[in-house]
């Protein structure tokens, strides 16, 4: 299994995780980071379904764009890995799968626990 690319750092000075990774920390100006690696999980903050596309990515229209919230308090902006746009709700889980077309893609999880 080859480890994904996880374009996340933590400052180690600071704690704080940058998306996506800088050269200078945004709160406190170290320039001492970790790669963050392991298993990148969030839940979904809020999302939009795309139906009109940009060129490259027109056949694969209607898709969803999300925002992902993870427990490092950032949200980062990713595409969800899902079959329908009815799959998604606000607060579901959702793990990172991969890096591809330039975008973060994550995987839906599991259902939204009521
Ligand atoms: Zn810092």
């Not at 992902?68 to 950032?74: A, D, F, T």
Request: hydrophobic residues 35%.
């Amino acid at each position: 299994m080859s480890e994904l690319e996880i374009p996340l750092v933590r400052c180690n000075s600071c704690q704080t995780v940058q998306v996506p990774p800088r050269w200078v920390c945004t709160k406190c100006g170290e320039k001492d980071f970790t790669r963050v690696s392991g298993e990148i999980s969030g839940t979904v903050y809020s999302y939009t379904t795309i139906h009109v596309a940009p060129a490259r990515f027109r056949e694969q229209v209607p898709y969803v764009v999300a925002l992902v919230e993870l427990p490092y308090g950032v949200k980062v902006t990713a595409r969800l890995d899902c079959q329908s746009p009815q799959e998604v709700v606000i607060g579901m889980p959702v793990v990172l799968s991969k890096r591809e077309d330039g975008c973060l893609w994550f995987r839906l999880t599991g259902k939204k626990e009521s």
